[in-house]
């Protein structure tokens, strides 16, 4: 038990780790809020999947740029920066549910400032955890022990979002987002990170440090590989979170209560994966967790699709929530073992794009879907289209050492 929050025996991790947790906890708490608003105003798959995809467009246009200032600039003061921009737009969003005058224009533009925040948030983030550690031996369990913070609050946000939405007022979600900001904006504050930036990347422009970023992912295939596989899983994988409202409304004929319970168990599953990587001391072995975890996404997806039992529901989101964790984990880890610290913001911004930009796409793709095929229908294609992918990735990747 000990080994498995090793990472928490460094200052620096141990002032980031909690303020970390309930800022995730506030923003599941409002993206559960939001997709279930979006649905409420709109009733239509279609549009709510264009709206929640044109608002992500800056996770695809400006996150390649935020490895760059990531690379070049304080991490610690830019870390900073950003939780107060979060905390800013979680403020904003309060006053507008409260004050009444929030509508789909008004949320289209706060999730395009939400994206921005997030596209840089995500490669700053993530080539952090390197510097909160003081041995490099202990980086896999501090990024496990990220996605394990990151389950646990999806487990809790969604409960809470459910419950407020179905007792008080869906407003009191964005509240809650905005109160959870002020502990992560006070802790970083009081944590000392010694960075040294390497000269080149200090005399760069942004654009010869991201054609820099890019010739090197291009010219490493186990990297690019393993980045190929992060754009195709998130693209089909991790669309569930806006399918879910149009599921229990129109599968399972019940209310945000429920889908915010669906949400929790389905963190669930992701804390125990994430555990259970944080357990690990090395990356061997990686390749079949991976692997399984993939394919096992693609059973609950399409458990999802052949029930309407409440029952099996929730078993099959405890499954998605091992599947997908598991998957985003063990391919992180596997990227930050083998890259350079000093391209390391650019190559994790190569990650943030394939992982959060390729959802642009993805969510105006699966809201078109459902709107053809219909829910049930669109989960078992989804399911059936990312083990084909799957398999292929399997041999594809084989002859790497590491996996």
Known sequence: MISTFRALKYRNFRLFFPGLMTAQIGMWTQNVAISWLVYDITKSPFVM????????????????????????????????????????????????????????????????????????????????????VDNKEDLNNAIALNSTCFNAARMIGPAISGLLIAYLGIKYCFLINFLCFIPVNILTQFMTINEIKGEKIKNETVFEGLKEGITYVLNTPKIGLLLVYIAIFSFLGMTYPLLMPVYTEEVLHKGADTMGL??????????????????????????????????????GFIVLGRTNAEIYSFLAMIIVGVGSIGTLTSLNTLIQSVVNNDIRGRVMSIHSVCFLGTQSISNFFAGTVTHTLGISKTFIFLGLILSVCCIYFIFKLRKYYYV
């Open 49 to 132: 999947g264009t709206i929640m995809g044109l608002s992500a467009l800056p996770l695809f246009i400006v996150t390649p740029f935020a490895g760059v200032i990531t690379d070049k600039f304080d991490k610690h003061k830019l870390l900073m920066l950003v939780q107060h921009l979060y905390a800013m737009q979680a403020l904003i969003m309060t006053v507008l549910t409260f004050t009444g005058h929030i509508n789909i224009i008004w949320i289209a533009i706060m999730g395009v400032f939400l994206n921005i925040i997030a596209s840089i948030d995500g490669p700053l983030r993530q080539s952090m955890f390197v510097l909160l």
């Open 262 to 299: 669906l949400m929790s168990v389905c963190g669930i599953g992701a804390i125990s994966g994430s555990l259970y990587l944080a357990s690990k001391s090395s990356v061997k072995g990686l390749k079949n967790f991976l692997f399984s975890a993939t394919l096992l996404l693609s059973l």
